[in-house]
């Protein structure tokens, strides 16, 4: 069953169906693992609270960037509310293998950027009401 979920990752990795970059991106948004030097950048798409079109940028190993295509396929048409509630057990999910302490940090980095963004785009949103 490993194999599988390896062939998977692998797949994400070498034909990601989310890389790229969206222009006039309604939330965009990077971080990077300083460790072990990924980086990784959100651009997301968002009408009415739901994330019509994502995409991502950066370099990193192939479960960063694999994770990152995955976790992007799986929000791609959700609510940023629901994308908020995503959490660490979604990835390894989405992963399907056990991953070592460094590799879930590489894991877990494009779920930092899409929440950091759905969290900061909310916030906004909320200060331009106030005014």
Not at 16 to 32: F, K, V
Not at 66 to 78: F, R, Y
Not at 79 to 97: M, P, S, W, Y
């Amino acid at each position: 069953m490993d194999d599988f979920y390896r062939e998977i990752i692998l797949e994400h990795y070498k034909h990601p169906d989310h890389r790229g970059q969206i222009p006039g991106a309604s939330i965009s948004h990077e971080e990077d693992n300083p460790l072990c030097g990924d980086r990784i950048r959100v651009d997301m798409l968002v009408k009415d609270g739901v994330v019509e079109d994502v995409k991502f940028s950066g370099q990193g190993c192939a479960i960063s960037l694999a994770s990152a295509d995955m976790l992007l396929e799986e929000i791609k048409g959700k609510t940023l509310d629901e994308v908020r509630h995503l959490d660490k057990q979604a990835i390894l999910d989405l992963i399907g293998i056990p991953l070592t302490p460094a590799r879930l940090k590489c894991a877990l980095l494009s779920l930092k950027v899409v929440k950091v963004g759905a969290y900061g785009i909310a916030e906004w949103q909320e200060d331009e009401d106030a005014e």
